[in-house]
């Protein structure tokens, strides 16, 4: 009998694609608590070609200091993502892309069902765990994907990375999720977990935007 791995395993919570839920923040999945924040980050055509481009690349997680290896590209088929209506209504998902793209340093883009392992520090809190892609978008003016929680992490749930290219000409990055425990230490001490995913969504919007200040302390 094969030994079962990582790559096998589902996400370890059932709200999958509710990073998209336009009422994340106000109804947000039993258990869990939601975040979001987001950037300007430029505008044009450009801009949002080279930050699409970071983010189906796993490079703004790179970029914010988390290491990125084992990736496994997904072939789409479990996890094509539910897409959500402005008025929060589910919608038939896209057609996954179906060719091999890669970044300039060889890197798979990112597909739904990929899988990875993520490893490092950020700030004071250690990242380190197994995660699933659930869904990519990649549409004219808005690319995202979501990754969800395997195992082996601190905590459970979803996060989202969106690149937007508004009617304004403005380009926005946007970080959303949806978290909770999953070890005794964030039971134990559940302040923590909030200043965790501010921390994490610091260093994102940093990665994509260098000249961002913010005052969310270590």
């Known amino acids: 009998m094969r ?29 869990y608590k939601p975040y979001e924040d987001a950037i300007k980050i430029g505008s044009g055509d450009e801009r949002f070609a080279a930050a699409s481009a970071s983010i189906l690349s ?10 990125v290896s084992d990736i496994e590209r997904g072939s789409g088929d ?7 209506a402005e008025d929060g209504t589910p919608i038939r998902p896209g057609a996954d892309r179906t060719e091999d ?3 300039s340093d060889g890197t798979p883009y990112i597909t739904s069902g990929t899988t990875a392992s993520l490893s490092g520090h950020v700030g004071p809190y250690s990242v380190r765990g197994h995660v699933r892609v659930v869904y990519v978008i990649e549409d004219p003016q808005h690319v995202a994907f979501a990754f ?6 601190a905590i459970s749930g979803e ?43 610091a260093q994102y919007l940093r990665a994509l935007s260098p000249a961002w200040a913010s005052d969310v302390r270590e």
């Not at 479990?78 to 959500?84: E, L, N």
């Not at 969800?148 to 992490?153: A, D, I, K, L, Y």
């Not at 990375?161 to 999720?177: L, M, Y």
Request: glycine share 6%.
């Open 148 to 153: 969800g929680t395997v195992s082996g992490h």
């Open 101 to 103: 793209r890669f970044a």
């Open 78 to 84: 479990a996890y094509q993502g539910v897409r959500f």
């Open 3 to 31: 030994r079962s791995n990582f790559e096998d395993q589902p996400t370890d919570y059932a709200a999958v694609g509710a990073t998209q839920a336009a009422d994340l923040l106000q109804y947000p999945p039993d258990g």
């Open 159 to 201: 996060e989202s990375f969106s690149i937007e290219h508004r009617d304004d000409d403005s380009v926005w990055f946007t970080v959303r999720a949806f978290v909770r425990p999953a070890r005794w230490f964030y039971r134990l001490f559940p302040f923590l977990l909030l200043r965790r995913r501010k921390r994490l969504s």
């Open 58 to 67: 796993w490079q703004i997680l790179r970029l914010a200091g988390i290491t």
